[in-house]
């Protein structure tokens, strides 16, 4: 293969690997991290399920984790572009992951806007005594069917959210997403942090603990709690559509991929179990406080965060402060994830059209925020978001996913040329075990999970949902994808973008193994560069 000393365009890049790490960690840590795994965990065997997630977290998130980081850093490309560096072969996984997360850039914004207008409520507690209520019926102004006429409370903050999203990437890597991400996500961590020290001064907070931690390792037997642990840390990583091929690519030459990949995979799961402690201490003072179990208050999603807790905020004494930080962390937590998600797109339509950062973020932008605000702010849009969130987590990440783990393990056998690069850079190395996982372990899960999703949606619908609306929001958006990540991959790419692998430092192979596991070890010619920054 003819290689390129360097591209035509000079590709931005963090100014130091602290600031990646902070990016990445701003796009793992999101709104799940928080209304979903203290949840899953409670309902898959409590203190148990440690053991599974962990499990999980090893052979599974780091392992394509790092795949994603060796892929975009070696390619220096956004998704398409990495992925046809790779082999023109391998160019589709990459526009398919493109489009998911177009998908998911489309409905994100209105649940961060939700968070935004209920940071303000909290103030004085508008949801009054019947937070469920006033939720649905006076907030979200439900209505069945599909309709397009716009809810005002929601319209406007998720306005002032594309506002906030559109300037952070026009800045550019460095200057927007950098910045924005080396503020909020300490600021996250205090502020949360802060909620959970309250929480666990709460009277009830203990038997909330119990319930959580308490382990059921009956429940170890079965597959579904197995299942449950991949399917966390795979969706709480943000792996699957781009996001962390796209920020890789940003880094500069030497950079230690493996230690960064466990900096992020290890800070994201101790920002989830901080999220457990916080949910079910919470939890128990709103049990204790209204005569109930902790089973018959405990929820995740949607509900938890917007009927859950205002019912707390209310009775908690300083519930408004509590009220007014929790929301402003969802907000947070929300923002950092979508802007990844958002730079994804932004940086595939650069490279394939070779156009100035300016110009694709309105070739992005233009068409997400039409669709959004035509489709989510609306008498029906929270219907319209649980179909869209259920086929594209579901089913349109976990597909993406093991596309590019199949092209790249089995059609285009790259894993040598990756762990290559990977242990070339980084000061811990990977070897058989990892390929193992990309190859073998990590598909196969996922390919159970996507077969028993689809089996479940075919067979049993989805909610109440009629069969038209599932086809509307769910399966034809991710058809839709489909189509067009066969269009762009036939499309040329820009004179501007050179397709060559670009050229890097050779490593030095050292036929002695680092450890047992393996089987191709690497000596850098220098040490990888801010690799203590």
């Known amino acids: 293969m003819n290689t390129t000393s360097r591209e035509s365009v000079p590709r931005e890049t963090f100014s130091r690997r602290s600031v990646f790490i902070l990016a990445a960690i701003g796009s793992a840590i999101g709104l799940g991290n928080i209304w979903r795994f203290p949840y899953v965990s409670y309902t898959n065997g409590g203190g148990a399920f440690l053991i599974p997630y962990v499990v999980a977290l090893m052979t599974a998130g780091i392992p394509l984790l790092l795949m994603e980081y060796g892929l ?112 909020f996500v300490p600021l996250l961590v205090i502020l949360f942090g802060a909620l959970v020290i309250r929480a666990l001064f709460l009277p009830g907070a203990a038997q909330g603990l119990e319930v959580f931690f308490t382990p059921d390792w009956e429940a170890l037997r079965h597959g579904g709690v197995w299942i449950a642990a991949y399917g ?137 925020l039409v669709g959004s605000m035509l489709l989510f702010p609306t008498t029906t849009g929270s219907h319209t978001l649980d179909i869209f969130d259920k086929f594209v987590c579901s089913i349109g990440i976990v597909s993406a996913a093991i596309i590019a783990m199949l092209v790249i393990s089995w059609v285009l056998r790259a894993l040598p040329a990756l762990s290559t690069h990977l242990n070339a850079v980084s000061s811990r190395h990977v070897g058989f075990l990892w390929k193992l996982c990309v190859a073998v372990v990590t598909p196969a899960i996922l390919l159970t999970i996507l077969g028993t999703e689809i089996h479940s949606i075919v067979t ?64 850098p010619p220098s040490p990888p560069e801010n690799e203590a920054q």
């Open 72 to 183: 975009g850093h070696k390619f220096r490309g956004s998704g398409p572009l990495a992925f046809r560096r790779l082999h023109k072969r391998g160019e589709f996984a990459g526009w398919f992951q493109v489009g998911i997360a177009f998908l998911i850039a489309l409905y994100y914004p209105v649940i961060i806007a939700w968070a935004l207008r209920y940071a303000i409520y909290s103030f004085g507690q508008e949801w009054g005594s019947d937070p469920a209520a006033f939720f649905n019926n006076h907030f979200l102004q439900e209505a069945s069917g599909f309709s397009v006429d716009l809810v005002a409370q929601v319209a406007l903050p998720m306005l002032v959210v594309w506002g906030i999203i559109v300037l952070v990437v026009v800045l550019g890597v460095e200057n927007g997403i950098g910045r924005l991400n080396r503020f």
């Open 460 to 523: 049993g619908g989805y909610g109440d949902y009629p069969t038209w609306s599932l086809l509307a929001f769910g399966w034809i958006p991710i058809l839709i994808v489909l189509i067009g990540a066969i269009v762009f991959t036939l499309m040329p790419w820009s004179s501007s973008t050179p397709l060559e692998e670009l050229s890097l430092p050779k490593p030095t192979l050292n036929s002695t193994p680092d450890s047992g596991s393996q089987i191709l070890s690497t000596e």
């Open 232 to 368: 966390q840390i795979f969706f709480s990583l943000n792996v699957g559509f781009a996001v962390m091929i796209t920020y890789s690519s940003y880094l500069k030459r030497k950079t230690n991929l493996v230690g960064s990949g466990y900096v992020v995979a290890f800070s994201n799961a101790s920002f989830e179990a901080l999220a457990g402690i916080g949910v079910f201490a919470t939890l128990g003072f709103l049990a204790t406080s209204t005569g109930q179990s902790v089973s018959e208050v405990a929820g995740g999603g949607i509900g938890l965060a917007f009927i859950a807790f205002p019912t707390i905020i209310s009775t908690m004494p300083g519930g408004t402060i509590f009220g007014v930080i929790f929301f402003t962390c969802l907000t947070i937590a929300g923002l950092t994830s979508e802007i990844s998600v958002v730079e994804v797109c932004i940086s595939a339509i650069r490279d394939e059209f070779g156009l100035a950062r300016w110009a694709a973020t309105i070739a992005v932008i233009v068409p997400l």
